[in-house]
């Protein structure tokens, strides 16, 4: 049923009870053994799905699981161990730049503060972000393309930018979930809600969050509204026209005649 009027608050609330219906279990989808090797399948999942990275990511770290081991091969060896994923010259770059920065920075292990983390060759704010919360435990949100496109189609956000989706989700969903929630938007992105080719009345959480379905349900309330207001008023005139007609017949009748 549609909720053209629902708060912003109203509708996180109801989102999170679909959510936690519909997606129980929340994996996290890039393969990795501990800190090192999720930060490395974080960088590497840039502009490549998670699929893909998992299929590159054995041959990788069999040949380098560790900062000392990753540091000690070439950029070309890197290349080309990950060429299969996109934007690979750039992420052979990043992963030998940040190896050698962890070994001679921080002996060796993952820094566990974005400032840190941020500093490494590679590392954005979401990367940072996915390494705290799911390597670390730490409340973070991270906000990629995806959830962020989500957010703005189920008007949690204004989709104006990925930081201020980040913000407007954390203050709409408690800490406690945020990690969750970011895994829990994905899967269900996936699975119920993709970018293109989407029937948004059909979708669990579109269905009643989705803009432009709000949009459809605010147009058509107006609309039907509009008709209303149109028919009392032809109703309206049809009676005061009834009505005078009536009236003159009535001063003919009483009239005197001559």
């Given at each position: 049923?549609l909720?053209?009027s629902?708060?912003?608050?109203?509708?996180?609330q109801?989102?999170r009870?679909?959510?936690?219906?519909?997606?129980?279990?929340v994996p996290?989808?890039l393969?990795?053994?501990?800190?090192?090797t999720?930060?490395?399948?974080?960088?590497?999942?840039?502009?490549?799905?998670?699929?893909?990275?998992?299929?590159?990511?054995?041959?990788?770290?069999?040949?380098?699981?560790t900062p000392?081991?990753?540091a000690r091969l070439?950029?070309q060896?890197?290349?080309d161990?990950i060429?299969?994923v996109?934007?690979a010259?750039?992420?052979?770059?990043?992963?030998?730049?940040?190896?050698?920065?962890?070994?001679?920075?921080?002996?060796g292990g993952?820094?566990r503060?974005?400032?840190?983390?941020e500093?490494?060759?590679?590392?954005?704010?979401?990367?940072?972000?996915?390494?705290?919360?799911?390597?670390f435990?730490?409340?973070?949100?991270?906000?990629?393309?995806?959830?962020?496109?989500?957010a703005?189609?189920w008007?949690?956000?204004?989709?104006?930018?990925?930081?201020?989706?980040?913000?407007?989700?954390?203050?709409?969903?408690?800490?406690?979930?945020?990690?969750?929630l970011?895994l829990q938007?994905?899967?269900?992105?996936?699975?119920?809600?993709?970018?293109?080719?989407?029937?948004?009345?059909?979708?669990?959480?579109?269905s009643?969050?989705?803009?432009?379905?709000?949009?459809?349900?605010?147009?058509?309330?107006?609309?039907?509204s509009?008709?209303?207001?149109?028919?009392?008023?032809?109703?309206?005139?049809?009676?005061?026209?009834?009505?005078?007609?009536?009236?003159?017949?009535?001063?003919?009748a009483s009239?005197?005649?001559r």
């Amino acid at each position: 049923m549609l909720a053209p009027s629902m708060k912003r608050a109203e509708r996180a609330q109801r989102i999170r009870e679909v959510l936690d219906e519909l997606i129980h279990d929340v994996p996290i989808p890039l393969a990795h053994q501990d800190p090192f090797t999720l930060l490395v399948a974080v960088v590497l999942s840039a502009q490549t799905t998670d699929k893909k990275v998992n299929e590159v990511t054995p041959a990788l770290f069999a040949r380098a699981r560790t900062p000392q081991e990753m540091a000690r091969l070439s950029v070309q060896e890197i290349h080309d161990l990950i060429r299969q994923v996109g934007l690979a010259p750039g992420k052979s770059r990043a992963l030998a730049g940040l190896s050698k920065l962890l070994v001679e920075k921080h002996g060796g292990g993952v820094p566990r503060t974005f400032e840190e983390l941020e500093a490494l060759p590679g590392v954005g704010h979401k990367t940072a972000s996915v390494v705290l919360s799911q390597a670390f435990g730490i409340a973070t949100f991270p906000v990629d393309t995806h959830i962020h496109r989500l957010a703005a189609r189920w008007g949690l956000s204004s989709g104006k930018s990925v930081v201020e989706t980040e913000r407007d989700l954390k203050r709409l969903f408690p800490e406690s979930a945020w990690g969750k929630l970011h895994l829990q938007f994905i899967y269900f992105g996936r699975r119920y809600c993709a970018a293109r080719g989407h029937d948004a009345a059909q979708c669990p959480i579109c269905s009643f969050a989705a803009r432009t379905v709000r949009r459809a349900a605010h147009a058509s309330s107006a609309a039907a509204s509009k008709r209303a207001s149109a028919s009392r008023s032809s109703a309206t005139r049809r009676s005061g026209r009834g009505l005078r007609a009536t009236n003159r017949r009535r001063v003919r009748a009483s009239a005197p005649k001559r």
